[in-house]
Every structure is written in C-alpha cells, then in structure tokens.
C-alpha cells in the first residue's frame, strides 16, 4: 500500500473519450468515499471536461487541448499547466498511453499509478499489471487500479450528474417543442469508427416504426453527422427533433437524462445513458459487450460471429455482425423497455 500524507494531493487523469470516461467515475467515486480530506483534481483533454463541471467528487477540474503534435516531438512539449503551478503527492492515470506516464514522471509527481502497458512500466510507481480476462468489464478494470490505495470500492455502476443550467436548458427547450411522450433517443453515430454502427436505414426503419405508433423520437450526433442523420429523418411524418450538431456536452447528457430509452450503437452517450438512468438498447458488432456494454442498465444486442469481437475501425469483409441485427428485433427491445418504465 502506497503511503500518502493525511491531506494528499491527488491528480486524476480522465480517459479522452467519452464512454470511458464515464466508465471511469465508479474509481473517482471510490476514491473520494475512501479519503475524504484528499484534494481530488481531475485533469481530462477538452471539451470532455465540460461533464465534470461541478462534480462532487472533484475538488478542482483542469481541463486542457490536445498538444497538435504528435510521437517524439510531443515528449518534449511543454507540459500542461496544472502540472506546473501544482505539486501533487500523487496521480491516478486510467490512460493506457506512454505519453500520459511520460507527463506524470516529468512533472515529478512522486506515486504514479496506473497499468504495465505500452512500455511505460519504468515510469510508474506502482505500475499494475493488467487482469487479463477477456471477460473483465472496463468499469472493474478502472477500479482495480485503487489497490494500491488499500481501497476495495464498491460495485455500484457509474453515476452521471446532469449540470442544472442543462437540464434548465432541455426542459425549456421539450415544452417548446412540444414533442409527446414515450421519447426515445437516436444515436446513429460512434466516434471510434463505421465499424460499430449499425446501417442508417435500419435506424430509418425503426424511427419510422416508432413514430407510427405516436412515439417521440430525438437524433442525436455531432455537426459531421448531419448527413446521415438528415437519411433518417428526412421525410418521417411523425413527431421527431433532429438535434444533430446542436447541443453541448452537458446538454447531450440532459437530453438523454430526458429520454425514456436511448438506441445507440457501442458509444459514449451509449454509457452516458446507462449513468443518468436512461436505459438503452445497445447495437454491438466490433467490439465486446462483455468488457463494455452498459454497466447495470439497458439490453445489449450482439450477433455473436466468428469475426467479432475485431476492434477494427471498418469492417474489412461484410459486416456480417451488425446486418445480422433485425429491425423488429430492435423495435421490440425498445416498446419492451418503454412497457417496463411505465409500469414502475
């Protein structure tokens, strides 16, 4: 067990996507339960930092852009600025890159946890190896790396707190809109790759579905998605917003806290959802349910081919796991989890 002064200082270093940084917030949790007197900064690469604006796990937040270079030029770039106005006593990296630990050595920070990986084992103290299950969810992997704080977290599943000024901001904006209830949300998108999206008529033939029957639907995704997200609503005559390319981070939480379930293929707001109580219906094809579906909530459909899982950004070959996924199959999940919220 690693030995800290009564008050530490304590850097956390968010992941730079998403949904592991959601996936992440179980440890941050943990770890302000455990040592309540510790000064917690969180340090994420913006705009992520945008959803842990007034956590209460955090003490201070440091958000920062990513360096425009890259590979050895970037070992030498200046570090950032939290780095140099604060002394910390220690810092949790749930990074996997040599970069992060390379940052964390050069800032001296004396206790730098985080796992053996990428060749960056001599720049760690303590490094942890990895459990190697292919099984092990990412959540439980984030935890395991509290051990050497002497701390057995929990297993509650991440918790998201929507920023009041959004949630304002969302509520305003669904009396206006005047859109009926169930809401259901759209995610079409994943920022990884094509790999893990399921075809955009099928998600067309869903909404169509779904408004059919009066169930409101609302297209989420970023400005570059504009295009397929206009193929899927583009002449649904039921009650639809298409609010692609229209809402900050803390908003996107908002309106999916808003939702009564949320369709996404393997993503962040995927795991956005799960932490903000909104079930989804998660799409996976390329990527592995077992180690990051949504922790605790929602229904995960996955066509388990030999090929998969394959993390490959494009499929290479048919893309025979995400065509195996039916739309009525999908309609079905989504009208079944609608029936199981109404009637708690």
Excluded at 303 to 310: I, Q, T, Y
Aim: hydrophobic share 40%; net charge positive.
């Amino acid at each position: 067990m690693i030995d800290l002064p009564s008050s530490p200082k304590i850097a956390i270093r968010f992941p730079n996507w998403l949904g592991d940084l959601v996936m992440a917030l179980p440890t941050l949790d943990a770890l302000r339960k455990a040592l309540p007197d510790a000064h917690l900064t969180g340090i994420v690469q913006s705009p992520l930092g945008e959803v842990l604006t007034d956590h209460p796990s955090l003490d201070s937040l440091f958000s920062f852009k990513r360096p425009k270079v890259n590979g050895v030029k970037r070992l030498f770039h200046p570090l950032p600025e939290c780095f140099q106005s604060e002394r910390f006593d220690a810092i949790l990296l749930l990074t996997n890159s040599f970069s992060t630990a390379w940052e964390a050595r050069r800032a001296a920070i004396p206790v730098r946890v985080g796992y053996k990986k990428h060749g960056r084992s001599l720049l760690l103290n303590p490094g942890i190896s990895i459990d190697p299950s292919p099984t092990r969810h990412q959540v439980d992997l984030y935890r395991d790396l509290l051990t050497p704080f002497g701390i057995v977290p929990n297993d509650l599943p991440p918790h998201l707190p929507v920023l009041e000024t959004a949630r304002e901001r969302v509520s305003k904006q669904l009396l206006e809109s005047q859109i009926q209830r169930p809401l259901v949300g759209i995610n079409p998108g994943a920022a990884y790759g094509s790999a893990k999206c399921w075809l955009p008529e099928r998600f067309r033939e869903v909404v169509a579905a779904l408004t059919e029957r009066g169930i409101g639907c609302v297209l989420f995704g970023t400005r570059e998605m504009k295009a397929l997200n206009r193929q899927i609503s583009e002449g649904i005559k039921g009650p639809i917003i298409d609010l692609t390319g229209r809402t900050t981070l803390p908003e996107l939480v908002a309106w999916i806290a808003s939702c009564d379930v949320l369709l996404t293929n393997d993503s962040g707001p995927m795991h956005v959802a799960a932490a903000v109580g909104t079930p989804p219906v998660a799409l996976f094809g390329s990527t592995s349910d077992a180690k990051t579906s949504p922790y605790g909530l929602g229904r995960v459909i996955h066509k388990h081919v030999s090929c998969s899982p394959c993390y490959k950004r494009t499929c290479p070959i048919d893309f025979k796991c995400m065509r195996q996924i039916g739309v009525q199959e999908v309609v079905s999940a989504i009208l079944d989890l609608l029936d199981k919220n109404s009637s708690t």
